[in-house]
């Protein structure tokens, strides 16, 4: 009597337990490829982190610029100094070749980056 269609427990004993279940070997591959991939998934969202971190710092940096460059605009003085814990800025007015043409340079350092803004302004506008 071998009908192994709807009627599964019409099937011998011995042969159900050979062919029900996984073995110890299937697992085991199973585990292998799933620790893989997380490991893979894992260094992808943490490599992605740390680039979203680093715009982020840079898109910080590049704000305190502007409002340092726009410091410069209005005060025309050479200045310096930190802006809070990690971030340090210098402003300099230097004068060109052309006696009328002045550079406005604003740079904001911390945390190994560098963002620089410079502006070439006319005597009259300063």
């Known amino acids: 009597m071998k009908e192994y269609g709807i009627f599964r427990s019409i099937r ?4 159900r337990q050979r062919r029900d279940g996984f073995t110890l070997l299937e697992v085991m591959i199973a585990l292998a490829i799933i620790g893989a991939t997380l490991a893979v ?7 992605h982190a740390e680039i ?3 715009n982020t710092m840079t898109t910080q940096m590049y704000q305190m610029a502007k409002e ?6 209005n005060n025309h003085a050479n200045a310096s100094g930190s802006l809070g814990p ?3 800025f210098e402003n300099r007015i230097t004068r060109l070749e052309d006696s009328e043409v002045f550079e406005l ?11 620089s803004l410079t502006e070439r302004v006319v005597k009259e506008k300063m």
């Not at 340092?68 to 605009?73: A, D, S």
């Not at 740079?107 to 560098?114: D, F, L, N, P, Y």
Request: proline share 3%; net charge negative.
């Open 105 to 115: 340079k604003t740079t904001v350092t911390g945390q190994g980056k560098e963002v």
């Open 86 to 88: 990690l971030y340090t």
């Open 52 to 54: 979203m971190y680093q």
């Open 41 to 47: 998934v894992i260094h992808t969202v943490n490599y």
């Open 68 to 73: 340092k460059m726009h410091e410069l605009e």
């Open 12 to 15: 011998p004993l011995n042969e």
